[in-house]
């Protein structure tokens, strides 16, 4: 069982950038499409970005395109979400999430129902 550590939130002025850090525990991580999800009070879980298993395909919400990046580094089991230009409505609760093992090596997931394994979040607070 994949156990994943989210790292890198915090409280943040309107404009700064953070950068998340989802640390997987095990070898297989390149077996897993990786995605980003977060959960703002009041609201339900929503799909924020994604990365396939072969790392060559990502996809993003529309509200953070050209703002948030994601990435994975093999070696290091990390997957990470560059955000840049941080507004008020980015404040959430941010989870990391694997799964997708039977898919295609090229798919993005953006369905919560693809994943099967979740970190435990971390805060994201922007101030206006």
């Known amino acids: 069982q994949v156990q994943l550590v989210e790292s890198g939130g915090g409280l943040v002025q309107a404009g700064a950038s953070l950068r998340l850090s989802c640390a997987a525990s095990?070898?297989?991580?390149?077996?897993?499409?990786m995605g980003w999800f977060r959960q703002a009070p009041g609201k339900e879980r929503e799909f924020a970005a994604g990365?396939?298993?072969?790392?060559?395909?990502?996809y993003y919400q529309d509200s953070v395109k050209g703002r948030f990046t994601i990435s994975r580094d093999y070696a290091k089991n990390t997957m990470y979400l560059q955000m840049n230009s941080l507004k008020p409505e980015d404040t959430a609760v941010y989870y990391c999430?694997?799964?997708?093992?039977?898919?295609?090596?090229?798919?993005?997931?953006?369905?919560?129902?693809?994943?099967?394994?979740w970190g435990q979040g971390t805060q994201v607070t922007v101030s206006a």
């Open positions: 095990e070898q297989t991580f390149s077996s897993y499409a």
């Open positions: 990365i396939s298993r072969s790392g060559r395909s990502a």
């Open positions: 999430a694997a799964g997708g093992t039977l898919y295609p090596a090229g798919t993005v997931i953006t369905d919560k129902i693809g994943y099967d394994y």
